[in-house]
């Protein structure tokens, strides 16, 4: 066993023009310019680094987010997997919860609370803990997830080990970068959330609540 450096991040800003018009299922929408540059300018900062693999969900914007920072990433293996997708990770009981919280769980079909957290908990199985691989002297095995943002929030609470719940209220940037060392010989350590330091101004805070200041 060694030591996992497992870096999260969420696809970039999506291409918001792709949602016009009504239709029964939400398109499967691409990048928009703005989240392209985001995309880019995180493979610019992990360029160097020494990465064992890019995983990246199904959907178009998680796929095009890996590509473009795969670019600076050569020789490093992209895999598709349904692990990164956009799933509800915990059929979270509403009961004393904020309304707020409540409502947006009402939206989830009863197969959507069954199917997410089983993709999820495989997930934690596969991507949660320290690595089997074996690597040159002690570095660790550094692996990339472009993902959403209920599966990074799922991670930083299980990183916590915090109550089950709390994966809600975790809001995670377009772009932005969120490290969680997984050691054998402790509990895991969060190494940063949010990291955005890659990000000019005018490219951070997309993705959040709109009342998020800068």
Same mark, same amino acid.
């Given at each position: 066993m060694v030591t996992r450096l497992l870096y999260l991040t969420r696809h970039a800003e999506r291409d918001l023009t792709e949602l016009t018009g009504s239709t029964a299922e939400e398109p499967d929408t691409g990048l928009s310019e703005r989240g392209r540059q985001q995309a880019t300018l995180l493979g610019e900062r992990l360029r160097g680094h020494r990465f064992a693999a890019v995983h990246h969900g199904p959907l178009r914007r998680a796929a095009q987010t890996a590509e473009l920072i795969a670019k600076s990433l050569p020789d490093v293996p992209v895999y598709e997997t349904e692990?990164?997708? *956009?799933? %509800? +990770?915990?059929?979270?009981? +509403?009961? *004393? %919860?904020? +309304?707020?919280?409540?409502?947006?769980?009402?939206?989830?079909? @009863?197969?959507?609370?069954v199917d997410g957290p089983q993709v999820t908990a495989a997930a934690v199985r596969r991507f949660a803990g320290p690595a089997t691989e074996a690597t040159a002297g002690d570095e660790p095995v550094r692996e990339l997830v472009v993902t959403h943002t209920f599966l990074i929030g799922w991670?930083?609470?299980? @990183?916590? *080990? @915090?109550? /089950?719940?709390?994966?809600?209220? %975790? &809001?995670?940037? &377009?772009a932005g970068l969120t490290v969680?060392?997984?050691?054998?010989?402790?509990? +895991? &350590? %969060?190494?940063?959330? &949010? *990291?955005?330091?890659?990000?000019?101004? /005018?490219?951070?805070?997309?993705?959040?609540?709109?009342d998020y200041l800068v």
């Open positions: 692990l990164a997708g *956009d799933h %509800l +990770p915990h059929d979270t009981d +509403p009961t *004393d %919860l904020p +309304p707020a919280y409540a409502k947006f769980l009402a939206q989830f079909s @009863a197969a959507q609370r991670l930083v609470r299980h @990183a916590l *080990d @915090a109550p /089950e719940q709390r994966w809600l209220g %975790l &809001n995670s940037h &377009n969680i060392r997984y050691s054998p010989s402790g509990p +895991p &350590n %969060l190494i940063a959330v &949010n *990291d955005v330091a890659h990000l000019p101004a /005018e490219l951070r805070g997309t993705g959040l609540p709109p």
